[in-house]
């Protein structure tokens, strides 16, 4: 085979490569922005250093996505602190509140994830203003921003709160 013949080749997997890179990402961020948003257009992934997605000691922000018209924003967190192992969530901000979150992955038991990961527990978060530090409670909220976990689901509820205080982090620090 000549050179020029093991170049085209080359070349042709270098483009083929980046065409499938591309076609990924953009598939990710429709994967992960369709889970809280019923548009996922207009949505872009935004530049964050990664001292910003690791600022927070309990979870890791992935990767943030900005709706480059309305303003809101997506973030794709994880939290190594499930019950077993790392628990994904996707949490769509509008002026620094939670309008939606939702479960991308996690490792957690049946039992677990049917009570913490469904609705009627995560809309709890919703309309939280996250310029304040989300707190535990283990009954009946006593401020705006306190979250009640799970009984019997603790380790996997904190988890979710970690993703949560991981954005909160991030927006009180930008």
């Known amino acids: 085979m000549s050179k020029i013949n093991r170049r085209l080749i080359t070349y042709a997997i270098i483009i083929v490569s980046l065409f499938m ?3 990924c ?4 961020l429709e994967n992960i922005v369709s889970k809280v948003d ?5 949505y872009k992934s935004i530049d964050v250093t990664t001292k910003e997605k690791t600022a927070f000691a309990d979870a890791s922000i992935i990767v943030i996505y900005e709706n480059t018209t309305s303003g809101k924003q997506v973030f794709d967190v994880v939290s190594k602190n499930g019950r077993n192992g ?4 996707a949490i769509l901000i509008e002026n620094n509140m939670v309008i939606n979150i939702a479960v991308i992955s996690h490792q957690e038991s049946e039992d677990h994830a049917d009570r913490v990961f469904k609705d009627s527990y995560l809309n709890q978060y919703k309309n939280i203003d996250l310029t304040k530090k989300l707190l535990v409670s283990g009954g009946v909220p006593s401020s705006d921003n306190d979250i009640v976990v799970v009984s019997g689901a603790t380790i996997t509820s904190n988890a979710v709160l970690d993703c949560v205080n991981a954005v909160a982090f991030y927006l009180q620090n930008k």
């Open 21 to 23: 890179l591309c076609s």
């Open 25 to 28: 990402s953009n598939s990710n």
């Open 38 to 42: 019923s548009d996922s257009s207009g």
């Open 86 to 89: 790392n628990v994904e969530m």
